[in-house]
T-cell receptor, first 117, second 114 residues
């Protein structure tokens, strides 16, 4: 697609429920990132996928958070047993990556605003 | 460890004033990339610029200019003759060569009043 697409754009869920957030990167972009942005805060790295390499999960805040990516396409971020502190905008970004110095700009989606009530 | 510091949390200016947003970074990498993003009230992140660590030339794009100084590990962003539409949160970010870590500063909220 022309840009990074995220769905849903807004999600309200009850505390304790599981949610799945979807990210469709730009076609051909091998690198994909998830970030969390709490209200009035900066971006917090969650997880990074690069091709078929093992993902970098170092930013996931707890074992309630997990993410999958099918090849170099869609990624889903799953939050189990949601808590009110999970309320935030979840942003996905993708980048064309071909190794070495080939580090291109990152394109962000519009985010999913998650509200846990 | 990599770190990006944007010491200015909020800045308020009047239209037509010049304003500089500071960014200081820390990295042990010799090759790295620096970015600025704009996040207007609508929420989307807008890419402004990417610079690599080997290119210290200052860059100007219209009313925007960037001053990259490796000696002080700074990558400051200046808006000349600010406009109300410049009101947004501005993020500085740092990536390593491999692109496996994009670290953001906490952002500077710029408010431009008419």
């Amino acid at each position: 697609g022309a840009g990074v697409s995220q769905s849903p754009s807004n999600k309200v869920t009850e505390k304790g429920k599981d949610v799945e957030l979807r990210c469709d990167p730009i076609s051909g972009h091998t690198a994909l990132y998830w970030y969390r942005q709490r209200l009035g805060q900066g971006l917090e790295f969650l997880i990074y996928f690069q091709g078929n390499s093992a993902p970098d999960k170092s930013g996931l805040p707890s074992d309630r958070f997990s993410a999958e990516r099918t090849g170099e396409s869609v990624s889903t971020l799953t939050i189990q047993r949601t808590q009110q502190e999970d309320s935030a905008v979840y942003l996905c970004a993708s980048s064309l990556f071909s190794g070495g110095l080939a580090n291109y700009g990152y394109t962000f989606g519009s985010g999913t605003r998650l509200t846990v009530v | 460890a990599q770190k990006v510091t944007q010491a200015q949390t909020e800045i308020s200016v009047v239209e037509k004033e010049d304003v500089t947003l500071d960014c200081v970074y820390e990295t042990r990498d010799t090759t790295y990339y620096l970015f600025w993003y704009k996040q207007p009230p609508s929420g989307e992140l807008v890419f402004l610029i990417r610079r690599n660590s080997f290119d210290e030339q200052n860059e100007i794009s219209g009313r925007y200019s960037w001053n990259f100084q490796k000696s002080t590990s700074s990558f400051n962003f200046t808006i000349t003759a600010s406009q109300v539409v410049d009101s947004a949160v501005y993020f500085c970010a740092l990536s390593n060569q491999a692109g496996t870590a994009l670290i953001f500063g906490k952002g500077t909220t710029l408010s431009v009043s008419s």
